[in-house]
């Protein structure tokens, strides 16, 4: 569509509105800078004040946050005639991720019509909507944290490239890496679909899997011509990391990646758990896949798959340490109260790990190739298994890919999924303003979040 509808403009006036609400609360709940704020603010006020030759080193993403904050806050002071760091405070970087969780949403509007195609306005923009009030994520806007301007760049990155701009597409997202290392991955996903989109347009979509592998082999030399801004973002990121002997920056001992098999499980339920509305909404999805049993194929599947995560979560658990040391997050009631609640508790989810596996590969199925669903499942074990810290902001990307790519859900399961994001946004907020605590020796009030 040319212009956005009527209903887009309706939406964002009142997610702005609401952005506005939850952002006074919290500001003045909680005027100074919070959790990982103490590093991320002083390092902007720094920047603010065009001090570069300082790095505080248990910051260990670079400094894309910082770097954008200055971009957007200098034009503001000269036009108010002050200092840059005079802006440069608490409210106004926070103001500043407002702004960024605003604008994800017309970009989930853009992506779900590109992906979609003919879809009623209404039905768009509230499902659109329902993406951009994903709890962990929205609750992340109002805090000074990398995460919204992360995500805002790779959709955009995104956006860019299924629009069939490429370059422009490759910059967006190379600037995303200033933000988060990982988004690298992302990089080559946004990459492999716009290939992948290539070789059904070239070749055409009703092709074997071997026809379109040997297609791949065949098609290389016009693939890296289409694809070569992405390839070049791609190496000179490991350039980076030769130079820097790590993917991390700063503090690097809690920061290490190792192979944590069950990370991944624990994002199939989260997905499952979250976009439950959306699919049980279907009732042709959830009638075809319970058919599938009937296959001995898919039989098989669910038993190698229980039988891989028996194995992954009996060799490969992990607990961080700061999943354990700090109460403040919601993961650490999730590991105290669940897995640490009996030894065979992690045993016993296995049936509904593997479950949520085929759900989730049925699901996208329906709409998407099997070269497409391999992509992503590939880049989502990227993304997860090397992270050692179970953290529910490491799913917030891999799920909006997966609720913009299913089939859209009729109008009570996107009705249901408001309500269920609004309801767990407003328990999270009241949690965090109303419900400080503080540590036994300690006069500091800390705060119950993501």
């Known amino acids: ?29 909680q005027p100074s800078p919070y959790m990982d704020e103490v ?3 002083p390092q902007a006020q720094r920047y603010c004040s065009y ?47 407002v702004l960024f969780s605003v604008a994800i949403f017309p970009l989930l509007y853009f992506l779900l019509l590109r992906i979609h195609g003919n879809t009623s306005a209404w039905a768009a923009v509230h499902s659109s909507l329902n993406m951009a009030l994903f709890p962990v994520s929205f609750f992340f806007s109002f805090l000074y944290y990398t995460d919204v301007g992360s995500t805002l760049l790779v959709l955009l990155g995104y956006a860019l490239g299924l629009g069939g701009h490429t370059l422009l597409s490759a910059v967006v997202l190379m600037w995303s890496l200033w933000f988060r ?12 679909v716009i290939g992948l989109q290539w070789i059904e347009r070239e070749r055409g979509k009703q092709m ?59 994002f199939f339920a989260f997905t499952c758990g979250f976009a439950s509305m959306a699919i049980l909404s279907q009732i042709e999805l959830i009638t075809s896949f319970v058919k599938r049993f009937r ?28 999943l354990l040391a700090d109460n403040r997050h919601y993961p650490f009631y999730v590991w105290k109260n669940v897995f640490q609640r009996h030894w065979a508790i992690k045993y016993l989810l296995t049936p509904i790990y593997s479950l949520c596996v085929l759900v989730m590969v049925h699901v996208l199925l329906r709409i998407q190739t ?41 109008w009570w399961g996107l009705v249901g999924e408001s309500v269920l994001h609004v309801a767990i946004t407003m328990v999270t907020v009241v949690l965090f303003v109303n419900y400080p605590f503080k540590w036994p020796g300690s006069d500091s009030l800390q705060r119950f979040m993501w």
């Open 39 to 41: 590093f991320h603010v």
């Open 51 to 97: 001090d570069f030759s300082h790095w505080d080193p248990m910051i260990t993403t670079p400094p894309g946050l910082y770097l954008t904050s200055m971009a957007v806050l200098a034009p503001a002071s000269w036009i108010l005639g002050v200092e840059t760091e005079a802006l440069c405070s608490v409210s106004l970087l926070r103001a500043q991720n």
């Open 370 to 410: 099997a070269f497409w669903v391999f992509l992503y499942l590939f880049c989502v074990t990227m993304v997860l298994v090397p992270q050692k810290l179970l953290e529910f902001r490491y799913f917030v990307f891999p799920y909006l890919l997966f609720r913009l790519h299913v089939p859209q859900p009729s």
């Open 1 to 29: 569509r040319s212009k956005m509808p009527r209903e887009v403009w309706l939406a964002a006036g009142l997610l702005s509105a609401c952005c506005g609400v939850i952002y006074t609360l919290i500001n003045t709940a």
């Open 295 to 322: 296959d001995a194929c898919w039989i098989a599947s669910l038993s190698i798959l229980m039988v891989a995560s028996l194995l992954a979560v009996h060799y490969f658990t992990y607990a961080h340490p700061y």
């Open 208 to 266: 074997s899997n071997w026809a379109y592998l040997m297609g791949v082999v065949r098609d290389v030399p016009a693939l890296l011509r289409l694809l070569w801004p992405y390839v070049c973002s791609i190496l000179l990121f490991f350039l980076f990391i030769l130079w820097n002997g790590s993917v991390v920056l700063g503090d690097k001992t809690h920061h290490q990646a190792g192979l944590h098999l069950p990370q991944l499980f624990y």
């Open 181 to 192: 290392q990982t988004n690298i991955i992302w990089v080559a996903f946004v990459a492999g």
